[in-house]
């Protein structure tokens, strides 16, 4: 947890990282899409996908485990 004072800059920090990570991960994937084809920049978007969702229930899962 962080104080007050330091909330603004948090958010700041967190939208900006956002930001750079869609951008960068456009480019990323548009240059696989060059080299390979839609087909496989598709398939590696849906494992990307999928590996967060699995993080996901993972977290939640060990989430209620830890609240009981």
């Known amino acids: 947890s962080i104080g007050a004072s330091l909330r603004g800059s948090a958010a700041a920090v967190q939208y900006t990282a956002f930001d750079l990570l869609i951008g ?10 060059d080299a390979t084809d839609y087909g496989v920049m598709y398939g590696v978007v849906s494992g990307i996908t999928l590996a967060g969702l ?15």
Request: positive net charge.
């Open 24 to 33: 960068f991960g456009s480019l990323g994937l548009g240059l696989l899409a």
């Open 54 to 68: 699995a993080v996901g229930a993972l977290m939640v899962k060990g989430q209620k485990r830890a609240s009981g």
